[in-house]
């Protein structure tokens, strides 16, 4: 069986009183969306453990199976990897992953 998750990250947002007291996402226009919600299962779980930051790196590796108590360093690793340019020299865009033994992994 395969599956598909769409994680919304960073679409939390405040109503707006413009826009009728809805947020952004409720006041879209969405209907790709609204379709697959309609097909699939929809729910909300919690993706970050107790005691860590609720940040997309956090919540994102969560949701893909890593222990956060094993995996987590920060997001300094995150940010360092997704920069093309180090020390002043343009580098080529490269993919990477960390296995859930740990230590950051070059796809290539």
Partial sequence: MKHIIILGDGMADWPV?????KT????ANIPYM???AKMGRCGMLKTVQDGFHPGSEVA???ILG???NEVYEGRG???AVQHHHV????HRHTQWWQP???GWRSAD
């Fill in 60 to 62: 994102n590796s969560s």
């Fill in 77 to 79: 690793p995150l940010e």
């Fill in 17 to 21: 009183e413009s826009l009728g007291n």
């Fill in 87 to 90: 020390g002043g020299r343009k």
């Fill in 100 to 102: 859930p033994n740990g």
């Fill in 66 to 68: 890593y222990d956060q």
């Fill in 24 to 27: 952004l996402l409720q006041y």
């Fill in 34 to 36: 609204d379709k697959l």
